[in-house]
C-alpha cells in the first residue's frame, strides 16, 4: 500500500485532469492513461490502481453523461441493452480479479488493442451514417444533429450479439484492469455495429458508469481502495473531463479517430512491457 | 420520442446531483486531511463522497427502470431490473469480501 503524502495527492491530482481531459475527448474515460501511470509511473499494485482508477471512470462518465444531456448523442436505448451484458462481465472480473495471473491478462489486453487501432485506423475514412432524417432507424438506431455539418445524422445499429459480447468482454477487462472499457466498445461499435464515432463515444461513456461501479465496489469492500488518492484523482479527471468535452465537440471526426489509434497503441506497448517484467 | 427526452432529461438531474454531492464531499474532505487535527471527519467525508459516486450509476438505472415500468415498457423495464440485479450482486460480493478481510 502506498503512503499517502501530500505530494502524492499532487501529483494524483495533476494526472487525473490530463488523463480526464484525454479520456472524454476520446469518450473511453480517464482509466486508460491513469492505470498505466500509478503501476509503471508510482509503482502501485495494479488492485489499488484498478480501485483508484474505477471511480474516477463513474465520475467521468457521469459528469459527461449530464452535460450531453440535450444532444441526443447518447443512445439510452442501446446503452441499457448493453449494460446487462457490461454489468454481467464487470461482476465476473471484480470478484475473479483478487485470484487471477495479471501478466496473461496484460498480454490479452495489449493483442486486443493492437487489433482494434487497426481496425480504426483501416476504417478512417468510412462513415456509418446517412444524411438527414429519412431513414427508418430500428428499434435500436437513432438520429442526432450534427454540430459540424448542421445537419440531422442518422444510423440504424447493426450485429447487436457481436455489441453485446464486446460488451461483456469490456466490462470484464474494465473490472479487471481498472479501465472503463470504453476503448473495445467504441471502436466494435464504430467499426462493426453502424454506430458513428461520436454516438459510440457518448453512448460508451454514458455505460461505463454502471461497468466501473459494479468493479469498484468489489475493491471497496476488499479495502483495496485508498480514499485520499481516489479523492485526489476523482477531482482531477473531473476538470480535466470538463475542459476535454468542449474540446470533443469541435475536434473532427477524422483527427478523434487518428488520436484514438496512437492512443490504443501506446497503451498497448505499455501493457505488453508491464506483463514481461 | 417525447418519452426519451423527458428520460433523458431526468437522469441528466440524477447524475448532476450525485456528481455534484460526492465533489463537495470528496472536495471538503481532502482538503481537511491537510489541515491537521480533523483527520477522522476528513475520512468520514471521503468515504461518504466515495460512497455517493459509486451510487449514482445505480441510482440512474433505478430512475430508468421506474421510468419505463410508468410508461409501460416492459422490455426496457426487465433489461433495467436485470442491470439493477447485477449491481446489487456487485454490492453482495463486496460485503463478502468485507467480512473475509
Known amino acids: 500500500m502506498p503512503v499517502v503524502t ?10 487525473g485532469t490530463v488523463a480526464g481531459g484525454l479520456g472524454s475527448t476520446l469518450g473511453i474515460g480517464g482509466g486508460i492513461f491513469l492505470v498505466p501511470f500509478l503501476t509503471l509511473g508510482m509503482g502501485m499494485p495494479i488492485g489499488v490502481a484498478a480501485a483508484i482508477s474505477l471511480t474516477t471512470v463513474i465520475g467521468t462518465s457521469s459528469t459527461v453523461s449530464a452535460g450531453r444531456t440535450g444532444s441526443h448523442l447518447i443512445n439510452f436505448r442501446l446503452g441499457m441493452v448493453l449494460e446487462v451484458a457490461t454489468a454481467a ?11 487471477m495471473n495479471q501478466h496473461t491478462l496484460e498480454r ?20 456509418n451514417i446517412v444524411r438527414g432524417d429519412g431513414l427508418d432507424c430500428g428499434r435500436l438506431g437513432s438520429r442526432y444533429l450534427e454540430e459540424e455539418s448542421g445537419g440531422v445524422v ?24 481498472g479501465i472503463g472499457g470504453g476503448v473495445i466498445k467504441v471502436p466494435v461499435l464504430n467499426a462493426w455495429c453502424g454506430v458513428p464515432l461520436r454516438a ?12 466501473a461501479a459494479a468493479g469498484a465496489i468489489i475493491y471497496y469492500g476488499n479495502g483495496q481502495l485508498i480514499p485520499p488518492l481516489a479523492a485526489a484523482a476523482i477531482l482531477g479527471v473531473r476538470a480535466g473531463s470538463i475542459a476535454g468535452m468542449r474540446i470533443g465537440s469541435r475536434a473532427s471526426a477524422r483527427s478523434l479517430k487518428i488520436l484514438l489509434a496512437v492512443v490504443l497503441f501506446a497503451v498497448s506497448g505499455l501493457m505488453l512491457y508491464r506483463s514481461l517484467q | 420520442m ?19 454531492a460526492s465533489t463537495v464531499f470528496l472536495a471538503v474532505g481532502l482538503a481537511l486531511s491537510f489541515t ?8 468520514w467525508l471521503m468515504t461518504t463522497g466515495l460512497l455517493i459516486l459509486m451510487a ?46
Open chain 1, 154 to 177: 442518422s444510423y440504424r445499429v447493426k450485429r447487436v450479439p457481436l455489441a453485446l459480447f464486446a460488451s461483456f468482454v469490456a466490462g470484464n477487462v474494465s473490472s479487471l484492469l
Open chain 1, 89 to 99: 462481465g464487470s461482476l465476473l472480473g471484480g470478484i475473479t480479479a483478487q485470484h
Open chain 2, 36 to 43: 491537521s487535527g480533523a483527520t477522522s471527519v476528513a475520512s
Open chain 1, 200 to 211: 459510440a463515444a457518448a453512448t460508451s461513456a454514458f455505460m461505463i458508469g454502471v461497468t
Open chain 1, 6 to 15: 501530500p505530494i502524492l495527492v499532487l501529483i494524483i491530482l495533476a494526472a
Open chain 2, 56 to 101: 449514482t450509476p445505480v441510482a440512474r438505472v433505478a430512475t430508468s427502470m421506474a421510468e419505463y415500468v410508468r410508461h409501460r415498457d416492459w422490455t426496457f423495464s426487465i433489461l433495467t431490473a436485470i442491470v439493477l440485479l447485477e449491481l446489487c450482486a456487485g454490492v453482495v460480493a463486496a460485503l463478502v469480501f468485507h467480512r473475509r478481510l
Open chain 2, 2 to 20: 417525447s418519452v426519451d427526452a423527458d428520460l433523458e432529461r431526468r437522469l441528466g438531474r440524477v447524475l448532476t446531483v450525485g456528481v455534484r
Open chain 1, 108 to 127: 490479452i489486453f495489449a493483442a486486443v488493442t493492437v487489433a482494434v487501432g487497426i481496425s480504426t485506423v483501416t476504417r478512417l475514412n468510412k462513415r
